[in-house]
């Protein structure tokens, strides 16, 4: 991967990694980059890094020397954020550069010696301080903690109006030679609009009340360029990213798209039966929506479509007195990620008893997840004509209260 000049003074480097699964748990069929930056003033600053993934850290190192820079020359290494997908190349660093200077916070600091052992001269800063690398380059410090650590800050070069936010801003995808916003297609962009929705669920959701108040600081700063650890550098369209984390914030407590989400489970295809009907039913009213079985469809993408969905309708039967085990993983996640307040509605076959709903009454109660449920519709074995008619007509019902919440009729 080649170094690009972000803009005068700025570059970026970067490493991308696939066929992992991410922090081990979230599927990356297209990859994920860590972006480091080079500033230079009189004297040089590095912010953030890569993993310590094999062979990842000498990506970067390699990159150092497409610069012509050798670790000797950098002054500073700005640690935005700890968790290790930037901070695990640090070991290999202090190998060829022992003595390195480190600008962090103080919840940063004790976690490099808890992670790594590092207890380097530090500069320990916090929001409103600066750092002057000389040649008129002032970098200011803002922390914006919980995104996504509570560590976290946000570095912002007041020469070139790039703000550096780490996790802030970010999306999934591998980046290539032309990370630039103007560089790329409208697909590409919505390629990575659709990368940042789930990047955004899957990791920044839980801490949606802290990302608004980091877009809100990032909005009373005269930021021209938005250079994130993670995805493409916005320096055309900057205001596009920061409205998207907003909406993205905002769709936490509801209402989200116009949309509802399906996500079902069936073991011997009675409930599947009535999969279709209530997908008709929403359907007729001209709502969109998406659909997922469920163990078959990964949580990650399901939390995605649930995180931009006003409603979402839960297919399963009761298994051994509860959820049908799959539906509760997923459900289970989305009360950890904070997605609240949703116009729900449930179906399932049981056979001997019912059990499912004491159980999706524990996790909504758990997580105070508020969602607002339509009568459930439970059928014993297979579902009758009138049953799937009800069903259908709850579908119908969903997609009206929704479309009401989401135009403010309601
Ligand atoms: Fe990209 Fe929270 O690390």
Avoid at 130 to 144: H, K, N, Q, S
Avoid at 200 to 211: E, L, T, W
Wanted: with cysteine.
């Amino acid at each position: 991967m080649q170094t690009t000049q972000v803009t005068d003074g700025v570059f970026r480097l970067s490493a991308n990694v696939h066929d992992i699964l991410f922090e081990g748990m979230w599927p990356i069929p297209h990859g994920f980059s860590m972006n480091s930056y080079i500033v230079k003033g009189d004297k040089v600053a590095i912010i953030d890094g890569v993993c310590d993934w094999d062979g990842t850290p000498e990506v970067l190192f390699d990159q150092f020397k497409q610069m012509d820079v050798k670790a000797e020359d950098i002054d500073y290494v700005i640690i935005n954020h700890m968790e290790p997908d930037h901070s695990g190349w640090l070991k290999d660093f202090k190998k060829i550069r022992p003595d390195f200077k480190i600008v962090t916070t103080a919840k940063a600091k004790k976690l490099l010696e808890a992670f790594y052992e590092i207890e380097n001269e530090t500069i320990v800063v916090k929001s409103g301080d600066t750092l002057d690398l000389g040649d008129g380059r002032v970098l200011a410090f803002e922390e914006i903690p919980n995104v996504h650590w509570p560590e976290t800050m946000a570095t912002f070069d007041t020469k070139s109006g790039a703000l550096f936010p780490c996790d802030a801003f970010g999306a999934f995808g591998a980046i290539t030679d032309s990370p630039y916003d103007d560089q790329l297609s409208q697909d590409e962009i919505e390629f990575f609009e659709e990368e940042a929705t789930r990047y955004y669920a899957n990791i920044v959701g839980a801490y949606s009340a802290p990302a608004k108040k980091a877009v809100m600081k990032t909005e009373s700063l005269p930021v021209k360029i938005i250079a994130p650890g993670h995805g493409i550098v916005w320096r055309k369209n900057p205001q596009k990213i920061i409205d998207d984390y907003k909406r993205y914030a905002a769709y936490s407590k509801g209402p989200a798209k116009e949309e509802i989400t399906v996500i079902w489970g069936s073991m011997y295809g009675n409930t599947e039966q009535a999969v279709a009907p209530v997908v008709e039913g929403i359907k007729s009213e001209g709502v969109k929506v998406n659909v997922h079985r469920v163990p078959e469809t990964h949580y990650s993408y399901v939390l995605r479509d649930v995180w931009n969905s006003s409603g979402v309708v839960l297919g399963m039967p009761t298994y051994e007195y509860k959820m049908f085990a799959p539906m509760a993983v997923v459900v289970d996640e989305m009360g950890r990620k904070k997605a609240m307040n949703r116009k729900a509605f449930r179906f399932g076959s049981y056979g001997w008893s019912g059990g499912a709903q004491k159980e999706l009454d524990e996790i909504q109660e758990r997580y105070k997840m508020g969602w607002d449920f339509l009568e459930p519709v439970e059928f014993n074995g297979a579902p009758s004509k009138e049953e799937l008619d009800l069903i259908y007509q709850r579908g119908k019902e969903l997609a009206i209260q929704v479309r009401e919440w989401v135009r403010g009729e309601a």
